[in-house]
């Protein structure tokens, strides 16, 4: 079966303005979750979603954003980019929770925003 | 706050040799630990994950150690090949969510 989809690809925006990137999980998979990846700052989680719901946020400004539609595809959305936002955006989706190790998180492709 | 601490950086091992990444953790609540392989241009792939309850888990030529009292877990790579080659990221897992050690770039050398 397919694996997790991310568009687009690669991107690449303008200091000021906003973007927004596309998830679509694995069939049958209610659980996205969205996770940054840069050099200096490693993958760090951005949030959570099952069945339409944010469950859980990390640390980063309201400026990023995020919903989960009810055929569980998702988005993430960054308004206002700043050049530090340049990183690449990955995104995984599992079946279940993760709370049990029998769970497993199948991550895309990711999309590299670059902002200049 | 860096909660999962992950060394060495990087780690070049010859082709047959062992490549072992360590990694400690702070939070005592997490639920499971697994370790994630990833190549260039590719998502992060689990490869091998152990519960807190257990001190030693293998999978092939992959084993992790797990110290509970230490809060310290490792991985063992056994008679590594060029096809390792990797950055290997360490992870803990609590309420959904994934933290992440800050990774470990391992080279095979022939």
Redesign the interface.
């Given at each position: 079966k397919a694996g997790v989809t991310q568009t687009p690809r690669y991107l690449i925006k303008t200091r000021g303005q906003q973007v927004t990137l596309s998830c679509s999980p694995i069939s049958g998979h209610r659980s996205v979750s969205w996770y940054q990846q840069t050099p200096g700052q490693g993958l760090q989680f951005l949030f959570e979603y099952f069945s339409e719901t944010q469950r859980n946020k990390g640390n980063f400004p309201g400026r990023f954003s995020g919903r989960q539609f009810s055929n569980s595809r998702s988005e993430m959305n960054v308004s206002t980019l700043e050049l530090g936002d340049s990183a690449l955006y990955l995104c995984a989706s599992s079946g279940n929770p993760l709370g049990s190790m029998n769970t497993e998180a199948f991550f895309g492709q990711g999309t590299r925003l670059t902002v200049v | 706050q860096q909660q999962v601490k992950q060394s060495p950086q990087s780690l070049i091992v010859q082709k047959g040799g062992i490549s072992i990444i360590n990694c400690a953790y702070e939070n005592t609540a997490f639920?499971?630990f697994?370790w994630y392989q990833q190549f260039p241009?590719?998502?992060?792939?689990?490869l091998i994950?152990?519960?807190p309850d257990v001190s030693e888990k293998k999978e092939g030529r992959f084993t992790i150690s797990f110290n509970k009292s230490a809060k310290q877990f490792s991985l063992h790579i056994m008679d590594s090949q060029p096809g390792d080659s990797a950055t290997y990221?360490c992870a803990a897992?609590r309420?959904?969510?994934?933290?992440?050690?800050?990774?470990t770039r391992l080279t095979i050398i022939p």
């Amino acid at each position: 079966k397919a694996g997790v989809t991310q568009t687009p690809r690669y991107l690449i925006k303008t200091r000021g303005q906003q973007v927004t990137l596309s998830c679509s999980p694995i069939s049958g998979h209610r659980s996205v979750s969205w996770y940054q990846q840069t050099p200096g700052q490693g993958l760090q989680f951005l949030f959570e979603y099952f069945s339409e719901t944010q469950r859980n946020k990390g640390n980063f400004p309201g400026r990023f954003s995020g919903r989960q539609f009810s055929n569980s595809r998702s988005e993430m959305n960054v308004s206002t980019l700043e050049l530090g936002d340049s990183a690449l955006y990955l995104c995984a989706s599992s079946g279940n929770p993760l709370g049990s190790m029998n769970t497993e998180a199948f991550f895309g492709q990711g999309t590299r925003l670059t902002v200049v | 706050q860096q909660q999962v601490k992950q060394s060495p950086q990087s780690l070049i091992v010859q082709k047959g040799g062992i490549s072992i990444i360590n990694c400690a953790y702070e939070n005592t609540a997490f639920d499971y630990f697994p370790w994630y392989q990833q190549f260039p241009g590719k998502g992060p792939a689990l490869l091998i994950a152990i519960r807190p309850d257990v001190s030693e888990k293998k999978e092939g030529r992959f084993t992790i150690s797990f110290n509970k009292s230490a809060k310290q877990f490792s991985l063992h790579i056994m008679d590594s090949q060029p096809g390792d080659s990797a950055t290997y990221f360490c992870a803990a897992v609590r309420n959904e969510k994934l933290t992440f050690g800050t990774g470990t770039r391992l080279t095979i050398i022939p």
